[in-house]
Structures are given as structure tokens and as C-alpha cells.
């Protein structure tokens, strides 16, 4: 669908409208050089070359910044992912004060939040890559399920409910899905440029 231009006047002083596209195309070519710069309707190939470069970088900054990640709360590390007590521990252990915020590792969308078995509460988020982190036995939980979430923004308080031995939080990493595998959660945040605190 080509849609009507308007140049100047045609019969009876009503506009003249351009049907055609090249019509259209050859009528712009004769812009008025003296007409003030923002009533121009072309830029030059210079011009346009520097837009494209900052769309590129920009672009390929949204991109880098997707894959960032954060830790998810600053505390010390107490257990780490593998076998503990004669079973398998599938997540990581940061001992924390009470009350400590604690983060969206990455940016994605709460699944779940509120009561979970083991965890007293829990928080379930969805990455892009389709993975879930999890976050267990904290004390108050600051998102719902349907929030979006970006890395670092926070999301509930360290607590010591359900399961647990004292005020920490447990984070593990379901890859592909809620029900899927467990990851190595140290893994994972490495992968994101994350390092474990020493």
C-alpha cells in the first residue's frame, strides 16, 4: 500500500497528493536546501553509518548484559554442591545474618514464591535459556509469581525456615525447567562471570 505524500498546493489550492512511489522518491529529492534542518526528511550515508554503529553497540551491550549475573546475597559460603552427610546436596549454602537481602542471581520471571516443602519458603525463577534458580529458607519473600525480575533486584529476606540448621540461604539450579536436572550452581554463576567468595 503506497500512502498519499503531500507537496504543496495542486488545483483549486488544495494539496497535491503523489500516488506513485517513485513519484514520491523524486519529489523528496528536491528538498528545499534552505529549509531549516529539522524539517529535512533525508540524512546522509554518514550520518545514518554512525546510527547503525550505535544500534550495533547498543545491541551487543543488551546482549552482554543478559547474560550477567549477580550473587545471590553476600554472605559466606558453607556448603558447597555435592555429597554432604551421606546424601547429595544439590545447591550452595551462603550463611548470612537474618534479614539479609537476598538477589535475582540473573534476570527472568518468578514461577513461584511462598511455601515449599524443605524450604519453609522458597522462590522459583525462570531464565531465558529456559533454566530455574531457586531460593530456600528465607525469612519474607518481596516478589510474586508473574514478577519480572532483573539481576540484583531484590527478592526476600535470609531466614532459617523448614529444614535448615541456621540463618542461610540454599540456591540451586534446575537446568531446562523446574523438573529439570540439578546443576552445579558454582557452574553455572561462572559461566555468567560470577565467582564464588572465597
Do not use: C, K
Not at 533486584?153 to 529439570?180: C, K, W, Y
Amino acid at each position: 500500500m503506497v500512502a498519499n505524500l503531500t507537496l504543496g498546493a495542486g488545483a483549486g489550492g488544495r494539496p497535491a497528493q503523489v500516488q506513485d512511489v517513485s513519484a514520491a522518491a523524486g519529489a523528496l529529492a528536491h528538498v528545499d536546501e534552505e529549509a531549516p534542518a529539522d524539517a529535512r526528511v533525508q540524512i546522509s550515508e554518514s550520518e545514518a553509518a554512525a546510527r547503525l554503529q550505535a544500534v550495533a553497540a547498543s545491541r551487543a551491550a543488551r546482549a552482554e548484559a543478559a547474560n550477567q549475573a549477580v550473587l545471590p546475597v553476600q554472605g559466606r559460603l558453607t556448603s558447597g554442591y555435592g555429597p554432604r552427610w551421606g546424601t547429595r546436596h544439590y545447591g550452595l549454602d551462603f550463611a548470612a545474618p537474618m534479614l539479609t537481602q537476598e538477589v535475582a542471581a540473573a534476570d527472568g520471571v518468578v514461577l513461584r514464591a511462598g511455601p515449599a516443602s524443605g524450604f519453609g519458603l522458597a522462590v522459583y525463577i525462570q531464565h531465558d535459556n529456559g533454566d530455574v534458580t531457586v531460593y530456600g529458607h528465607m525469612d519474607s519473600i518481596q516478589v510474586q509469581a508473574g514478577d519480572v525480575v532483573e539481576a540484583g533486584d531484590p527478592i526476600a529476606l535470609v531466614g532459617n525456615r523448614g529444614q535448615s540448621t541456621g540463618p542461610h540461604l540454599h540456591f540451586e539450579v534446575h537446568e531446562g525447567g523446574m523438573n529439570g536436572p540439578r546443576l552445579d550452581p558454582a557452574s553455572w554463576l561462572a559461566e555468567r562471570g560470577v565467582d564464588l567468595p572465597a
